[in-house]
């Protein structure tokens, strides 16, 4: 069999998002915000699975230091634009993705010209002080648009994802089965009886699917218990036992697999917590010409469950693998895929009604969005994030702040710190300055002009405390304070590369709205080898 370069250029990430993530990175343009070696190890993950196009404003030249930290850099690039540079080297890593640079400052841009950045699928800011990143923050949420702030400071990484909602229907779980053992339909009842475990011989009995053990074993438990599952650790005992007694030898797998599935009959079908919390959402119960598809495929699944579905999801008509010949086991995924079919279709007409109500045309929403909406509907997730002004000026989480400060383990001293040297940048224009801090981080070597620069930066975090009024500063924090003075604002290439696999790897969720991005701040210590994520 023939296969396209394409797909065997992109065979590994095919497998993990499938052909829709793939045109969905293919079809993105991502932003970066200064060419900084962490901005650049993020768009290197970015350009290597193949976005569409990235964009690189930056009006910095390059200097040692940034030919000394970033791979993408090296000195006889030294004395031209950043963004030309960084832009030239990570666009040869992917002939298929289209790489373009500004030479213009990115805080002049968010002052002067804040519709440019709102062209792109996805903003990622590195090393912009805290106004500028406030004014850009607030365009993007307004316009729906992702943004990721992304810092490294010595052995600190910092991200933050800022994005009013983010929706995924295809969030991988490990198994997406629904085999309604404990509420089997007609046609799967019907199939099941048509096995006379009695009068089989051993071959046949042992290749009976375990789907149809559980049925028959369950269907006798019921009659005999008024109905109910076995509900206590002592009734799914002796239901395993009653399984047990149809075992002919000990060699029948399906018998085995019956037992280790058993869970599977306890476990009563019913629509999960968070996706009857989609459906009481108001955005599932007031559908306007402007909501998006997702929530009026979760209004047209609602409606299923009230009506058709009796207060059941669509099926999903997945069946694993188990040991039976092949004709019972085609037989089998026919019942269910036939099911699954039916209830597509029913959702398929509600879907239709949505649409003509708020008017919509049907095409809106095609046949295979629907068909993995109702596949993936068990599983579907809403997140909404905090604004990056609720976080910075609104409604600071102070008591969790506070809280978790107190923890001389706890990362969230490096947020507080990260707060602060913004202040630091405010007043100063600059950063710690670590070319006058104190040799080894050693306070009994320090100068007293490095003495200087730890007392200021002290003052802006102890500025900051007070703000979210926090009083009780714990002594550690002066050891975090040192460090961050030694830091300097420096990026070091490792910090850096790890950045770049993690932020990348959100990156790819937002853009192929597949598995589950974190909510909201992560942060890693380099140091101690720990990471922490945050709802700030």
């Known amino acids: 069999m023939n296969i396209d370069k394409k797909t065997q250029k992109y065979d590994r990430q095919l497998r993990l998002w499938q052909a829709s993530g793939q045109a969905a990175l293919e079809n993105s343009k991502v932003c970066l915000i200064n060419g900084t070696a962490t901005g650049c190890e993020i768009l290197k993950d970015l350009v290597l699975p193949g976005i569409g196009s990235f964009t690189v404003v930056d009006k910095k030249e390059v200097d040692g230091a940034d030919a000394g930290i970033s791979f993408f850099l090296d000195e ?54 805290e ?80 789907v149809v053990i559980l049925l028959k074993y369950l269907d006798q438990w019921k009659k005999d218990h008024d109905g109910k599952l076995p509900c206590t650790s002592a009734e799914k005992k002796q239901f395993k036992q009653i399984i047990e007694s149809g075992r002919r030898n000990v060699d029948e797998e399906n018998f085995a697999e019956a037992l280790a599935n058993a869970w599977r009959a306890f ?97 809106f929403i095609h046949d295979d969005e629907i068909d993995s909406f109702c596949k993936h509907a068990a599983f579907i997730q809403v997140i909404r994030y905090r604004s990056l002004k609720e976080e910075y000026i609104s409604d600071p989480k102070k008591a969790d702040i506070d809280r978790w400060l107190q923890d001389p383990q706890d990362n969230i001293v490096h947020y507080v710190l990260i707060r602060a040297i913004d202040k630091f940048y405010e007043a100063n224009n600059r950063y710690p300055d670590a070319a006058t801090f104190f040799i080894e981080g050693d306070p009994e070597e320090a100068t007293e002009e490095s003495k200087s620069e730890f007392e200021l930066l002290k003052t802006y975090v102890n500025i900051l405390l007070s703000e979210w009024q ?67």
């Open 131 to 210: 106004k500028p990143l406030l004014k850009l923050s607030e365009a993007l949420w307004n316009a729906n648009i992702p943004l990721f702030i992304v810092r490294t400071i010595g052995f600190i990484g910092y991200f933050r994802i800022v994005q009013p909602e983010h929706t995924v229907v295809e969030t991988h779980p490990d198994s997406i089965m629904d085999l309604r053992l404990d509420v089997p339909f007609p046609a799967l009842e019907q199939y099941a009886k048509t096995f006379d475990f009695d009068s089989m011989d051993n071959m046949d009995h042992g290749h009976i699917p375990y």
């Open 267 to 363: 476990t009563a079908t019913k629509v999960p917590h968070q996706v009857q919390e989609i459906f009481n959402d108001p955005a599932c119960e007031t559908l306007t010409a402007n909501s998006s598809s997702f929530w009026i495929l979760a209004r047209a699944i609602r409606d299923f469950v009230a009506n058709e579905g009796q207060g059941l999801l669509p099926l999903a008509g997945s069946v694993p693998d188990m040991k039976a010949d092949t004709s019972t086991y085609v037989s089998l995924q026919t019942i269910y895929r036939q099911k699954a079919k039916a209830e597509i279709a029913i959702v398929r007409s509600h879907v239709n009604k949505i649409l003509n109500s708020i008017g919509r045309t049907s095409d």
């Open 76 to 129: 006889d690039r030294i004395g031209t634009n950043r963004a030309q540079a960084v832009t030239e080297l990570l666009q040869e890593l992917n002939e298929d993705v289209r790489g373009f640079y500004l030479a213009e400052d990115p805080i002049s841009l968010i002052e002067n010209r804040l519709d440019y950045f709102l062209q792109f699928t996805i903003v990622i800011a590195t090393d912009i002080p």
């Open 470 to 536: 926090i009083t009780n500063i714990p002594d550690h924090l002066d050891d975090y304070i040192h460090e961050i003075c030694r830091a300097g604002g420096s990026e070091l290439p490792n910090m850096a590369s790890l950045l770049g696999g993690l932020v990348s790897q959100e990156v790819i969720k937002l853009i192929t709205r597949q598995y589950i991005p974190l909510n909201n701040t992560s942060i890693f210590d380099g140091i101690k080898s720990a990471s922490s994520t945050y709802i700030l």
